[in-house]
């Protein structure tokens, strides 16, 4: 234990209990806990017993045992709860070494006296230990280390060597060289190191409090009530060195600050498990929350800390930046602010801009920076894919409309060009017509040219129709589909709700919706009634066409419809087809419209 | 009859403008431009503006706009929309006030030299000159219950001269039978259509519009 270093507060179920412990493993530290309760009360009644035995149980001595109880049935406490965690067997160990003095002192022997003479303040080593590694689990820095060793040389190694020197007691069985100005040296010495080690430990425990943001500061409470327990401990080993006797009062408050630290340690380690609790929270919120904002605010519930930014990682121009796009610079450790970069598969997916206190606990980080990375990493990828979807989208989109272009510029080449020079011909043809007057031959003639111009034409009409239908263009749908309905072969019901005219892609679209519904039915249904309706529905453009024909209309496979269904879907609508054998059909085209 | 015409294509606008003066007419004015088009009018007050429904700059709806205006500005002025498609919709919007000068035919049209210069003369004196296509179609949408059934064929054929616009002398050109003849078929057709006859010619074949619109 001399290093220090104890198991980090927040493993995150890291360590895997039915892993390479196995469960006897588990199985026999549940028992070994279990026998340590009965082991403990005894070890406590022991250190008391000669009062018991004698005078009866003394303010003092209810006092000692409560510290020292308190201590091992919290270490036991904790130590069930959360066997991950070393806050609870450090502390049991404390609990024993606290007893230990009192026990070994009614040893019959000097040896063993002795012994217990020189561990009998080695429970404060323990307690500094689970003040400076408390909640990271590590040595917060090099001070904290050196201090700790202090700590140890001044109650362990100095206590030995004092006892070497110490001639006045009879009992003392490591006494080598007698000599009482040596050993008082060395107790004084003891004494003054110790002192400032406290003090320093203060100083520590003070400037870590004042760099603390609020969510650490909850966390520290174990650490600053231990200390307190220390500086008044401290107090009294000054008040009893001064007046050379001890000081009863002080004595017993330092007793009650001991026995009220090992409760605040353990609801320590059950906050830290809280904390790892609002973490798998976290995850399971994450789930939910694909979006950035919310994500970042998930993050701030989780880490307590309000004031924490999410900055994303943007490879294409090396830099960070926050949800609104700004860029966001990564500021220096002093300012109170700390980062935590989220990295998926070696390579960066964003930063945490939070409370520098949060290094404090860096396996709290970890786990919910691990949790976030997932979440980012799954937003990034729907991110992507909705950014190649709307591309697609996009693109077909671009092809219909050009396609679209296209064929009206050809309806409209068409009628600039050979239609209206097939009129001029016709017409040339007509004033011919009235001047050859007389020969029946000619004029004859002349006639079937006239009829065929005029056929080529119709065909022509027919044709430049079919490429694009310019009384959409030209006049809009609503009269685009009044023509079609007076041009069609079967009688129509028309019923067009709309206020103003729909995008030109859209119109056109709905306008062969309606074309080719027509010509299904004409040609396919034997209805007696057709509807064609027009309307707006929630942000909708709806186009129906409805017959009650005989059904059953083959939609899939090369239908005219199905190329409108792609037509459509390439404009963010859809098409739908209902034909149910006998129960007529239902074309209904939908298109999204502001 | 003096004509003003319009059109963006020179080669068919020319032919017309040589067709009408082989029929006896004076074309005053040609242009390729809405704007162009109502400048004339306003200055030549033309008995008839013959104008092609798309025109530029937008080759769509523009020729038809004009129309409009000339018919709602300029009463005396006879207008006769061409276009390379006739539609029913088009047809009832330009004939909504009234078929009092109007005309609104087909292009081909212009192939049948008599009969075009027929229509332009028709409607330059305040008559009309709708599209056979256009009848039909008002004919075609009938359903078997409708009066129109119960007319014999030559009444179904008088009938669709009738709200093309053409005289009683008209059809009974077109039709080879007497002007007595038609006058005895019209009379059965208001019957049998239970229509108020009216001789007067525009409004006659504005009730029948009316009545095939229905």
Not at chain 2, 151 to 159: D, F, H, I, P
Request: a negative charge; aromatic letters at 6%.
């Amino acid at each position: 234990m001399s290093s220090g270093e104890l198991a980090p507060l927040e493993t995150d179920g890291a360590t895997p209990i039915g892993g390479h412990r196995g469960i006897l493993a588990v199985r026999a530290a549940r028992w070994f806990r279990v026998a340590l309760w009965p082991l403990g009360l005894a070890a406590g009644i022991g250190a008391v017993w000669p009062s018991l035995s004698g005078a009866g149980l003394g303010v003092d001595d209810a006092l000692y045992l409560l510290a020292g109880w308190s201590f091992i049935a919290s270490g036991l406490v904790g130590w069930a709860r959360r066997p991950e965690n070393r806050v609870g067997p450090v502390m049991v160990v404390t609990g024993f070494f606290w007893f230990a003095a009192a026990l070994w002192a009614q040893a019959e022997g000097e040896i063993l006296f002795t012994t217990g003479v020189a561990l009998r303040d080695f429970w404060t080593v323990l307690v500094v230990l689970l003040l400076v590694t408390f909640p990271s689990g590590r040595l917060g820095s090099r001070i904290d280390g050196a201090l700790l060793a202090v700590f140890f040389a001044v109650l362990l190694p100095l206590n030995v060597l004092w006892l070497l020197f110490l001639e006045e007691a009879t009992w003392n069985a490591f006494l080598v060289w007698p000599n009482t100005r040596v050993a008082d040296s060395i107790d004084t010495a003891q004494r003054a190191i110790l002192l400032a080690a406290i003090a320093g430990l203060m100083t520590m425990v003070v400037r870590r409090w004042l760099e603390a943001g609020a969510p650490l500061r909850r966390r520290l409470i174990p650490v600053v009530v231990g200390n307190a327990a220390l500086c008044v401990y401290g107090l009294w080993l000054v008040v009893a060195w001064i007046r050379d006797e001890p000081a009863q009062l002080l004595g017993r408050i330092s007793l009650l600050a001991f026995a009220f630290v090992p409760l605040v340690f353990l609801v320590g380690i059950f906050r830290a498990r809280m904390a790892r609790s609002a973490v798998a929270e976290l995850v399971v919120e994450l789930g939910a929350i694909p979006d950035p904002a919310g994500l970042r605010d998930a993050l701030a519930r989780s880490l307590r800390d309000p004031s924490l930014t999410l900055a994303f990682w943007l490879p294409e121009y090396e830099a960070y930046a926050d949800l609104e796009g700004r860029q966001v610079e990564l500021r220096h450790e002093d300012s109170g602010r700390a980062t935590t970069v989220i990295d998926r598969d070696d390579e960066h997916v964003a930063v945490l801009l939070h409370d520098a206190a949060f290094k404090e606990e860096p396996a709290l980080l970890d786990a919910v920076s691990a949790a976030a990375g997932m979440a980012l990493e799954n937003a990034r990828l729907q991110a992507e894919l909705r950014a190649r979807l709307e591309e697609l989208r996009g693109s077909r989109a671009r092809i219909v409309e050009a396609a679209q272009g296209e064929r009206q510029r050809l309806e409209r080449n068409l009628h600039d060009g050979a239609q209206q020079r097939l009129v001029a011909i016709s017409l040339e043809l007509g004033r011919l017509e009235t001047r050859v007057g007389g020969d029946p031959a000619t004029m004859e003639l002349v006639e079937r040219a006239k009829r065929e111009a005029t056929e080529s034409l119709r065909e022509l009409r027919e044709l430049a129709r079919g490429i694009h239908p310019a009384l959409v263009t030209d006049h809009g749908l609503t009269v685009a589909l009044e023509a079609l309905v007076a041009r069609s072969a079967i009688p129509i019901d028309l019923d067009i709700q709309l206020d103003h005219r729909l995008p030109e892609a859209f119109e056109v679209a709905a306008y062969y919706v309606v074309a080719e519904g027509i010509t299904n039915v004409a040609k396919y249904a034997g209805a007696t009634t057709t509807r064609v309706t027009v309307r707006r529905s929630g942000g909708r453009a709806v186009v129906e066409v409805i017959d009650d024909g005989v059904g059953g209309a083959d939609t899939r496979g090369g239908s005219g419809l199905r190329g409108l269904a792609d037509r459509l879907e390439a404009l963010g609508g859809r098409l739908r087809v209902w034909s149910p054998n006998g129960g007529g059909t239902r074309v209904r085209a939908e298109m999204p419209c502001v | 009859m003096r004509v003003v015409l319009a059109d963006d294509s020179v080669l068919l606008r020319e032919g017309v403008a040589r067709l009408l003066e082989d029929a006896g007419m004076e074309v005053v004015g040609q242009c390729g431009s809405v704007d162009d088009l109502l400048l004339k009018v306003r200055s030549y007050s033309p008995d008839v503006a013959i104008v092609d429904i798309r025109m530029p700059p937008t080759h769509t709806h523009e020729g038809f706009r004009a129309a409009e205006e000339i018919r709602a500005h300029y009463p005396s002025v006879g207008v006769l929309v061409l276009s390379q498609f006739v539609e029913l919709p088009l047809a009832m919007r330009l004939l909504a006030e009234s078929a009092e000068g109007t005309g609104y035919l087909l292009k081909d049209r212009v192939s049948d030299v008599e009969e075009f210069a027929d229509a332009v003369r028709r409607v330059g004196e305040g008559g009309s000159a709708i599209d056979p296509t256009i009848v039909s179609q008002l004919l075609g949408r009938r359903r078997d219950e409708s009066p129109v059934a119960r007319l014999s064929q030559r009444e179904r054929a008088v009938l669709e001269l009738m709200a093309e616009g053409l005289s009683n002398q008209g059809i009974a050109d077109r039709l080879t039978v007497t002007e007595r003849a038609v006058q005895k078929h019209i009379t059965s057709i208001f019957r049998k259509l239970g229509l108020p006859e009216s001789t007067d010619g525009h409004r006659r074949v504005l009730a029948v519009l009316a009545f095939l619109r229905s």
